[in-house]
Nanobody, 120 residues
Framework: QVEVVQYGGGSAKAGGSLRLSCAAYGDYFGTYSMGWYRQGPEKQRELVAEITDGGNTEYGDSEKGRFTISRDNAKTTVYLQMNSLKRGDTNAYYC??????????????WGRGTQDTVSS
């Protein structure tokens, strides 16, 4: 099994920055996509940004130009640098990692989430 542990985040002023990171721990044989999702109260989880093992990235529309996702494959860690924060960025943020099992099948795991708050 794989455990995804999230670090960082917290609170910031509008216009400020936050940095999130998460890492995978456990018995896995490779990772593919690593990404961040956010979820507001009574809303579905939606993509913030994701990055493949080849470095291809995808961002949600509201994050383009403000957020940057990166990864360290050697550490199986993914980072999300969030700049020019807006109050609307206040959300619970979840890390998701796609990982490869011993038998070659793929699975995914979620972090427990962090509540990140942007104030005016």
């Amino acid at each position: 099994q794989v455990e995804v542990v999230q670090y960082g985040g917290g609170s910031a002023k509008a216009g400020g920055s936050l940095r999130l990171s998460c890492a995978a721990y456990g018995d896995y044989f490779g990772t593919y996509s690593m990404g961040w999702y956010r979820q507001g109260p009574e809303k579905q989880r939606e993509l913030v940004a994701e990055i493949t093992d080849g470095g291809n990235t995808e961002y949600g529309d509201s994050e383009k130009g403000r957020f940057t996702i990166s990864r360290d494959n050697a550490k199986t860690t993914v980072y999300l640098q969030m700049n020019s924060l807006k109050r609307g960025d206040t959300n619970a943020y979840y890390c998701k990692i796609d990982w490869k099992k011993r038998d070659g099948d793929w699975d995914y795991a979620w972090g427990r989430g962090t509540q990140d708050t942007v104030s005016s």
